[in-house]
Nanobody, 114 residues
């Protein structure tokens, strides 16, 4: 089992920034990926960004590329997501994800006001 604890969501005005963090604990695999997905009601959960602990080249969704930076503190099994120049369209529940065992955090709400 892997537990994921997220923090950092909230309400921000358009153009603002937020930093989300997620820490994994439990049975951590030697090779793993951690990332963030987001979901709005009625839509599928979509990838925002992900990064591995061995292959550290990040992956970004086209919708956030250039406005988003994912980073990882491997020693602490923590991943950070810096979201800049936020838009109302970024409003969603953001979920931390751990791969390969497919664990999810409970989610943290990001709301961007116009």
């Amino acid at each position: 089992q892997v537990q994921l604890v997220e923090s950092g969501g909230g309400l921000v005005e358009a153009g603002g920034s937020l930093r989300l963090s997620c820490t994994a604990s439990g049975s951590i695999s030697t090779v793993n990926n951690m990332g963030w997905y987001r979901q709005v009601p009625g839509k599928l959960r979509e990838l925002v960004a992900a990064i591995g602990n061995v292959s550290t080249t990040p992956t970004y969704a086209a919708a956030v590329k250039g406005r988003c930076t994912i980073s990882r503190d491997t020693s602490r099994n923590t991943v950070h997501l810096q979201l800049d120049k936020l838009k109302p369209g970024d409003t969603a529940m953001y979920y931390c994800h751990y791969y390969p065992d497919d664990f999810w955090g409970r989610g943290t709400q990001v709301t961007v006001s116009s």
